[in-house]
């Protein structure tokens, strides 16, 4: 069977209308419609079984690990697409160990550790739940002693360490202040910048580190 | 049930795809050939249900043989290649997915059937042997019924099967024990609940009806008094009907085990199919 063939199978069974080639289109595979499937790339196949979950506009969308085998491109036109997608009023659903394309994309996140659920929320909420919700990163001339103890003393100070020069602390957004101020007490500042916290820290957060 | 059909519609026309086909097709064509060539080399001993009766006795073997190889891959080779996630991924039911594929092969081998009965018919009239209609339109009921029997058994092991190796493997045993240990399989049994040893005395009458439970068995019982002058030629693979003609060899009682059959290996498989984690 062609690509094309694919997709109008999937139309028919779902007894629904709508153009194979412009759902062939929308993935990004138009120029291969007339070849059989069996001969497509990972990556292709890969956008053909989207365009046959798309067929019919359906209310909800489950993609399970929908961009691997993708290229970058075939990445941002997947990303484009589940926009797309949730824009309509469809629910999409998917799993993801790219945890750029979470975020991106995202309303709501769930964190899977060892089969348990362990947190759903939206990213900020998880954020905010998980308390180590950011870093600050303080570049000295030279870090006096005493002051890594004065700051893991702090309000919402979750971890302090210091690398060349550089003194790095995971707190929560409203203690940040405090740590530059310390900081500025305390030698010569030379750089500050802060961070949210990124998808990534949160699962560790949340899946206890570990292996 | 238009998504069953829908499946069974994408099995008939993918086969046209597959290399197997092609061969069993020349088998069926060569079956016709063959049987018309011989039927219309002697048309005086010719009858009007000679071409009839010998392609079903062909195709007693050579269809069911073809059945099998034809249909003990279509759900498990789906499964392992993937297929069968993206056909439940879209509204189709594993029900669906099972039935469809077995009426679908079903249709396929009973049109491959057809085709050798006519190319045979065909010949043997070019050649100067009388054809008649009744006897061939008789034969492609009975074949087809009796496919039906082979593609359920084929789908259904197909269907409760995890891996191809292993479908194949029982596909085959249980087309090589129907056909051809059957009959030995109650001397067995007798024989080892002897001691191991032969057993002496008459046969028991369970072991006379074993005979008969066998389907090729049943479908000439169904069929004899029906079409007496082509039912015989299931004989080859079945046990003859006693005299006294006990009870389970009469038409209703072959009718249904026949029936039994045809719907309860396809019924099995997809049963052992629903629970499995695919």
Known sequence: MTGRTHVEFALEAKGA????????ERVGITGAADRRAVDYSKGMKQRLMLAMALAGDPELLILDEPTTGLDPNGARTMRKIVQEEADRGATVFFSSHILEQVEAVCDRVGILNQGHLAAVDTIDGLREAAGATGQVRVTMDAVPDGLIETIEGLDGVNSVSITDGTLV?????????????????????EDVETSEASLEDLFVSYTGGGA | MNRLLQIARKDFRDAARDRELYVAGALFLLLGLAIGYIV???PEQADGASVAFGS???LTFIGTLAAVALSQNQIVGKRSSGELRVLLSLPFSRRDVVYGSFFGRWALLA??????????????????APVGVAPLLGAIVLASVLLGVFVSLAVGLSAGSENTARAAAGSFGIFIVVLFL????????????????????ATPS????????????ALRNLSVDVFPDIAPALSAFANSIPESQPVYTEPWFGALVVLAWVVLPVTAGYLKLRGADL
């Open chain 2, 182 to 201: 059957w009959g030995q399989l109650p001397g067995i049994v007798r024989y080892v609940l002897n001691g191991f040893s032969s057993p002496t005395g």
């Open chain 1, 17 to 24: 209308g709508g153009d194979p080639d412009a759902l062939l």
């Open chain 2, 111 to 128: 049109t491959m059937s057809i085709v050798t009965l006519v190319v045979a018919a065909g010949l043997a009239f070019l050649r100067g």
């Open chain 1, 169 to 189: 602390a995971g707190c929560e957004n409203p203690a940040k202040g405090a740590v530059v101020h310390h900081c500025y007490e305390a030698g010569t500042v």
């Open chain 2, 40 to 42: 219309g080399g002697s």
């Open chain 2, 56 to 58: 079903l006795a062909g």
């Open chain 2, 206 to 217: 369970w072991a006379k009806a074993w005979g008969h439970l066998q389907p090729i068995a």
